[in-house]
Nanobody, 125 residues
């Protein structure tokens, strides 16, 4: 059974950094694409960054490109999202998701079928 647990969220000042972790259990990451999504109050869930089994295949939303970096450590069965230069508009619940494919899936909610519970990120002074 696919199980994903996010951690690393919290309160950070504008301009600060956080690293989110997505720990997988019940399966091995080698065969799965992973995505990070976020949902702010009153807004739809959006794809932030996704990574295929080929680590070179990465997607970033325009709003985070150059500030966020996604990476995966298959040996630790964990995917990370390094977030820098955080802005108040980055405030949201961040969730990771998985789908079993060696292709690069669209970084959309519909492209993933297993989800974690999410971790809150709040950017505020």
């Amino acid at each position: 059974q696919v199980h994903l647990v996010e951690s690393g969220g919290g309160l950070v000042q504008p301009g600060g950094s956080l690293r989110l972790s997505c720990a997988a259990s019940g399966f091995t990451l080698d065969d799965y694409a992973i995505g990070w999504f976020r949902q702010a109050p009153g807004k739809e869930r959006e794809g932030v960054s996704c990574i295929a089994t080929n680590e070179d295949a990465q997607y970033y939303a325009d709003s985070v490109r150059g500030r966020f970096t996604i990476s995966r450590d298959n040996a630790k069965n964990t995917v990370y999202l390094q977030m820098s230069s955080l802005k108040p508009e980055d405030t949201a619940v961040y969730s990771c998701a998985a789908t079993r494919t060696h292709l690069a899936p669209p970084c959309t909610v519909a492209g993933f079928d297993s989800w974690g519970q999410g971790t809150q990120v709040t950017v505020s002074s």
